[in-house]
């Protein structure tokens, strides 16, 4: 069947802005923000909760233990919430982030990921972002973003977010996490060959929105 909502895809690096990119163009032309990473987030914590070991999970693990995730529309953005509760500061944490990506390496996991973000662009106008939503979870989305940032400057971002000074030794290590996020991420991470780059490491993060917002009228007509 054909898909008659808009779809706008914003892939990237970790930490290259698309979260809250996708988030603003999302509340300026009254689309829901998906964050697809959430997801593979939410498996994650649901598994932490059941099996403390992640050396130990296995797909069919994680899968179980995720049954219950389910994702909800609010305002301005679809939210996982795990056995009818909101999850937000459990899946930011340091013990999910640490053992997401061993998560998003399981294609099964993926394919559950997959069936839901398209799930919720059924029925609504979607800003989707993350690392695979150009290339194989809306191959045919209306308009495709693959951001970049020097891994310095994503560094730095990320500190300025946490909002506590920085030294140069923090900045060091957090460049260095960085990158080997971007290493272990990088099967995934690729950018659809009828993507929009956008180099946002000069831009300010309204500037990103713009350009998108831009680019999206130009496609809705
Ligand atoms: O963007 P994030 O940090 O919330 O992503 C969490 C993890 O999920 C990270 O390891 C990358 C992975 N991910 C993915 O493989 N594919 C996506 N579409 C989104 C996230």
Redesign the pocket.
Do not use: F, I
């Given at each position: 069947m054909t898909r008659r909502t808009f779809v706008i895809a914003i892939?990237g690096p970790?930490a290259s802005g698309?979260?809250s990119t996708a988030q603003m163009v999302a509340e300026k032309l009254g689309y829901l923000h998906v964050?697809?990473?959430?997801l593979?987030?939410a498996a994650t914590a649901a598994t932490l909760r059941d099996q403390s070991d992640p050396s130990k999970w296995t797909e069919q693990a994680v899968l179980d233990a995720a049954r219950p995730v389910e994702l909800r529309a609010a305002r301005t953005s679809f939210y996982p919430l795990l056995e009818g509760r909101a999850i937000e500061d459990e899946i930011r944490g340091g013990e999910v982030?640490d053992n997401?990506?061993r998560v998003?390496q399981m294609p099964r996991v993926?394919e559950w990921?997959n069936q839901k973000v398209r799930d919720a662009a059924k029925s609504r106008n979607v800003v989707v972002?993350?690392?695979?939503?150009g290339t194989m979870?809306f191959p045919d989305a209306d308009l495709k973003i693959f951001l970049v940032a020097d891994s310095r400057e994503r560094a730095a971002r990320r500190l300025r977010q946490r909002g506590t000074p920085a030294s140069q030794q923090m900045l060091d290590d957090e460049t260095m996490r960085i990158t080997e996020?971007d290493a272990?991420?990088a099967g995934?991470t690729v950018p659809a060959a009828d993507s929009v780059m956008i180099d946002t490491t000069g831009l300010t993060q309204q500037e990103q929105v713009e350009q998108i917002v831009t680019l999206s009228k130009q496609r809705s007509g």
């Open positions: 892939d970790a698309k979260s964050d697809s990473g959430s593979y987030r982030t997401v990506s998003a993926r990921v972002d993350g690392r695979d939503m979870v996020r272990r991420d995934q």
